[in-house]
């Protein structure tokens, strides 16, 4: 315990705490339980060393150990030190004489839903402490101490002098990724692993099979893979492999077999599953099929439990989630054997009818009566929710905040993934304000612990190996906050310019949320100099919102190429979001000022000169840009919103040249501008103008 008294000399002998953060030290994201910034700061040198102490040592301790030493090499010292990162570990010793001391109590025990992750974190003129009570609260220390760094010119870094004392407010802090619509590759689900790392998140939620395909290798069932996956699927080698890469990072693995709906491929491989006498393929196209298993036959359950049987060891993870979402029970309804089934078990209605629901239920309970045989907690989506369904499930809610709260009043543990929907191409914004437990949520105290947290989702119909990373980072860091942060860090524009600050770092440990759509466009460009006017365009469209995508004229199958602007485009514009401040900030502005040095002051003029020069940019690019589109089959449907867009700049040209001169429109003109701006927001390839909204406030101010 030498160690401790010299650690606490070594505090002793800082600054004083508990100064106001300097503004560029408030990065960190999520924000911690509590940061006291200093206002000295740690250089790291190239004679830079570190060192881990574990005081218990246990069989775990081996593993725990070397997943902290493969954070720090891998995640940690690349930013740290850039120009060396193969920094020394110094071995244990009496005294810590590294500059970065790692001290542990305990392995912690990944698998154990509230396992103790938190973390204290001092930087001072002198060094680094990084003690937890767990290695997964060092794993989640050291996401915290990545973000500190600023490199400096000696190949070195400096980090800010802080004194940070943090802990998760939920234990369950998730992203789904789906590899059924489009098979995301070992190193696509890596690279994510790493960015949820990150962002602390702690659950991969791996949705592994639907319509589309089956992608986990059956030894048993081998057409499982063949033909449900079409052969684009893991082998269970690279299961483990990515189990265990997402352990030595602090996340668990939660594997989806979606069922009984959301099946289809397990039909293609073996029809003796489904409803009817139908064969089918796998699904070709996207959609809610409602073709569901036959839940009315004993081989189904003996075919599930095989699944089960070989699937489930793949798996160290406590929880087992068994989808069950989108099923209306049409195929049942229609088949005359189900239907007298249903009236056999007195599955009806109070009308006589046969109840969907009740089959379902029976089928629920059955699935996880064989997924507890395998010594596995069922989750499911929020349709399993109902009378007769074991408390033992977990249910996680997607259609609302009801289910989720229905849920938890039934004695359920329960998950948030309502509101967290990032496929949907929502703002940042909208996904950081759901929270699983508000203040006035209707749950007794014991019911609230029943709330585990929450996760983002994304689904994939849209999103393939290349641009997924675009359609998760950076606004799935906001959900991350949301089910880290205390509850009261709310400050959405803080949010986006701490998210504009990780984004990079994002990308430094290996995403192509940025790099990907750029490539793209470059690729659609055909050279360097066309892609500079393509992307003044790309930059302000965003792809239609929700699943309009679906219903805008143009047929997806899965085999379509994600190759097209609506690809390239940013599921929320940065451009158009800094845009609308901008708008915001000159309106408030021209309201406050005196009229009679209205725009004549520095401030005034630079906030005039910045708005009209991004406005003639956008009305120049027109003429610039549509050689571009024109020449590339790919890009001419995306040639209106580009005459839009230079329509739209006009028309808020005009109005800020008589907001200048202090003059009012003439209603006339502001009727007939308006009338125009609405007619422009039609959206052409399925992407639509992100800066319309902001256009038509600066148009229409009186
Ligand atoms: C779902 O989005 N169908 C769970």
Same mark, same amino acid.
């Given at each position: 315990?030498?160690?401790?008294?010299?650690?606490?000399?070594?505090?002793?002998?800082?600054?004083?705490?508990?100064?106001?953060?300097?503004?560029?030290?408030?990065?960190?994201?999520?924000?911690?339980?509590?940061?006291?910034?200093?206002?000295?700061?740690?250089?790291?040198?190239?004679?830079?060393?570190?060192?881990?102490?574990?005081?218990?040592?246990?069989?775990?301790?081996?593993?725990?150990?070397?997943?902290?030493?493969?954070?720090?090499?891998?995640?940690?010292?690349?930013?740290?030190?850039?120009?060396?990162?193969?920094?020394?570990?110094?071995?244990?010793?009496?005294?810590?004489?590294?500059?970065?001391?790692?001290?542990?109590?305990?392995?912690?025990?990944?698998?154990?839903?509230?396992?103790?992750?938190?973390?204290?974190?001092?930087?001072?003129?002198?060094?680094?402490?990084?003690?937890?009570?767990?290695?997964?609260?060092?794993?989640?220390?050291?996401?915290?101490?990545?973000?500190?760094?600023?490199?400096?010119?000696?190949?070195?870094?400096?980090?800010?002098?802080?004194?940070?004392?943090?802990?998760?407010?939920?234990?369950?802090?998730?992203?789904?990724?789906?590899?059924?619509?489009?098979?995301?590759?070992?190193?696509?689900?890596?690279?994510?692993?790493?960015?949820?790392?990150?962002?602390?998140?702690?659950?991969?939620?791996?949705?592994?099979?639907?319509?589309?395909?089956?992608?986990?290798?059956?030894?048993?069932?081998?057409?499982?893979?063949?033909?449900?996956?079409?052969?684009?699927?893991?082998?269970?080698?690279?299961?483990?492999?990515?189990?265990?890469?997402?352990?030595?990072?602090?996340?668990?693995?939660?594997?989806?077999?979606?069922?009984?709906?959301?099946?289809?491929?397990?039909?293609?491989?073996?029809?003796?599953?489904?409803?009817?006498?139908?064969?089918?393929?796998?699904?070709?196209?996207?959609?809610?099929?409602?073709?569901?298993?036959?839940?009315?036959?004993?081989?189904?359950?003996?075919?599930?439990?095989?699944?089960?049987?070989?699937?489930?060891?793949?798996?160290?993870?406590?929880?087992?989630?068994?989808?069950?979402?989108?099923?209306?029970?049409?195929?049942?309804?229609?088949?005359?054997?189900?239907?007298?089934?249903?009236?056999?078990?007195?599955?009806?209605?109070?009308?006589?009818?046969?109840?969907?629901?009740?089959?379902?239920?029976?089928?629920?309970?059955?699935?996880?009566?064989?997924?507890?045989?395998?010594?596995?907690?069922?989750?499911?989506?929020?349709?399993?929710?109902?009378?007769?369904?074991?408390?033992?499930?977990?249910?996680?809610?997607?259609?609302?905040?009801?289910?989720?709260?229905?849920?938890?009043?039934?004695?359920?543990?329960?998950?948030?993934?309502?509101?967290?929907?990032?496929?949907?191409?929502?703002?940042?914004?909208?996904?950081?304000?759901?929270?699983?437990?508000?203040?006035?949520?209707?749950?007794?105290?014991?019911?609230?612990?029943?709330?585990?947290?929450?996760?983002?989702?994304?689904?994939?119909?849209?999103?393939?190996?290349?641009?997924?990373?675009?359609?998760?980072?950076?606004?799935?860091?906001?959900?991350?906050?949301?089910?880290?942060?205390?509850?009261?860090?709310?400050?959405?524009?803080?949010?986006?310019?701490?998210?504009? &600050?990780? +984004?990079?770092?994002?990308?430094? =440990?290996?995403? @192509?949320?940025?790099? #990907?759509?750029? %490539?793209?466009? $470059? *690729?659609?460009?055909?050279?360097?100099?066309?892609?500079?006017?393509?992307?003044?365009?790309?930059?302000?469209?965003?792809?239609?919102?929700?699943?309009?995508?679906?219903?805008?004229?143009?047929?997806?199958?899965?085999?379509?190429?994600?190759?097209?602007?609506?690809?390239?485009?940013?599921?929320?514009?940065?451009?158009?979001?800094?845009?609308?401040?901008?708008?915001?900030?000159?309106?408030?502005?021209?309201?406050?000022?005196?009229?009679?040095?209205?725009?004549?002051?520095?401030?005034?003029?630079?906030? &005039?000169? +910045?708005?009209?020069?991004?406005? =003639?940019?956008? @009305?120049?690019?027109? #003429?610039?840009? %549509?050689?571009? $589109? *024109?020449?590339?089959?790919?890009?001419?449907?995306?040639?209106?919103?580009?005459?839009?867009?230079?329509?739209?700049?006009?028309?808020?040209?005009?109005?800020?040249?008589?907001?200048?001169?202090?003059?009012?429109?003439?209603?006339?003109?502001?009727?007939?501008?308006?009338?125009?701006?609405?007619?422009?927001?039609?959206?052409?390839?399925?992407?639509?103008?992100?800066?319309?909204?902001?256009?038509?406030?600066?148009?229409?101010?009186?």
């Amino acid at each position: 315990m030498r160690y401790v008294l010299f650690l606490i000399a070594l505090l002793a002998a800082a600054p004083a705490f508990a100064q106001p953060a300097p503004p560029e030290a408030r990065m960190l994201l999520p924000v911690p339980t509590q940061a006291n910034w200093g206002r000295s700061r740690f250089t790291v040198k190239p004679d830079f060393t570190w060192q881990v102490f574990t005081p218990a040592q246990t069989a775990a301790t081996p593993a725990a150990d070397s997943a902290v030493a493969e954070a720090v090499e891998r995640l940690v010292l690349p930013v740290l030190l850039p120009g060396r990162p193969q920094a020394n570990r110094r071995r244990a010793s009496p005294l810590p004489t590294a500059a970065l001391v790692l001290q542990y109590g305990r392995p912690g025990s990944l698998l154990t839903v509230g396992e103790d992750e938190s973390y204290t974190l001092r930087v001072t003129p002198m060094g680094v402490a990084l003690n937890a009570p767990t290695h997964l609260g060092i794993l989640r220390g050291l996401a915290t101490l990545r973000e500190l760094a600023s490199p400096t010119k000696s190949g070195g870094s400096t980090l800010p002098e802080v004194d940070v004392v943090d802990a998760p407010r939920f234990p369950w802090r998730g992203l789904l990724i789906d590899a059924a619509r489009h098979f995301m590759p070992v190193s696509v689900v890596k690279r994510n692993l790493d960015g949820m790392w990150a962002t602390k998140l702690n659950v991969l939620h791996w949705h592994l099979s639907d319509d589309q395909g089956f992608r986990v290798e059956s030894k048993l069932f081998p057409r499982l893979h063949q033909v449900g996956g079409q052969g684009q699927y893991y082998t269970q080698r690279q299961i483990r492999e990515i189990v265990r890469y997402a352990g030595r990072r602090g996340i668990r693995v939660v594997p989806e077999l979606d069922m009984p709906g959301h099946a289809t491929a397990w039909l293609a491989a073996y029809p003796r599953l489904a409803s009817n006498d139908s064969t089918y393929g796998v699904a070709p196209r996207w959609g809610v099929l409602n073709i569901a298993m036959d839940p009315t036959r004993e081989t189904t359950y003996s075919f599930i439990d095989s699944v089960l049987s070989e699937v489930t060891p793949l798996f160290p993870d406590p929880y087992f989630h068994i989808g069950g979402d989108e099923n209306d029970g049409r195929q049942w309804r229609r088949n005359p054997r189900i239907v007298a089934y249903m009236k056999q078990q007195g599955y009806v209605t109070e009308k006589g009818l046969p109840d969907k629901h009740a089959l379902q239920t029976a089928f629920n309970r059955r699935v996880l009566a064989l997924v507890e045989k395998y010594q596995k907690r069922m989750v499911g989506w929020d349709e399993i929710l109902g009378p007769g369904l074991p408390a033992s499930a977990v249910i996680q809610s997607w259609r609302g905040k009801k289910g989720l709260y229905d849920a938890a009043k039934a004695g359920h543990q329960a998950i948030l993934s309502n509101g967290y929907y990032v496929d949907l191409n929502l703002t940042a914004a909208s996904h950081y304000a759901p929270d699983p437990l508000p203040q006035d949520a209707p749950l007794t105290p014991e019911q609230q612990k029943l709330i585990l947290g929450g996760e983002a989702t994304m689904w994939a119909e849209f999103a393939d190996s290349v641009i997924v990373d675009a359609r998760i980072w950076p606004r799935t860091a906001a959900v991350a906050e949301r089910l880290w942060s205390p509850a009261q860090v709310r400050d959405v524009p803080d949010m986006y310019r701490r998210l504009a &600050l990780l +984004s990079p770092q994002l990308e430094t =440990l290996g995403l @192509q949320h940025r790099k #990907a759509p750029s %490539q793209l466009l $470059l *690729q659609l460009a055909g050279s360097p100099a066309a892609v500079l006017p393509l992307r003044t365009l790309a930059q302000v469209l965003e792809p239609v919102k929700e699943y309009k995508r679906h219903f805008q004229g143009f047929k997806y199958t899965t085999q379509t190429p994600l190759n097209r602007l609506v690809d390239a485009a940013p599921a929320e514009s940065d451009v158009a979001r800094e845009f609308g401040a901008a708008v915001d900030k000159l309106l408030d502005y021209a309201r406050s000022a005196p009229a009679a040095t209205r725009f004549r002051d520095a401030n005034g003029r630079q906030q &005039l000169t +910045s708005l009209r020069e991004q406005l =003639l940019q956008w @009305q120049t690019n027109d #003429a610039l840009v %549509q050689p571009i $589109l *024109q020449q590339n089959s790919l890009l001419q449907e995306y040639a209106p919103l580009s005459v839009n867009l230079k329509t739209a700049a006009a028309l808020a040209l005009e109005r800020l040249a008589l907001l200048e001169k202090g003059q009012a429109p003439t209603a006339a003109w502001q009727t007939a501008a308006l009338k125009q701006l609405d007619a422009l927001k039609a959206p052409a390839g399925q992407t639509e103008l992100a800066v319309l909204p902001h256009l038509r406030r600066l148009v229409e101010t009186k």
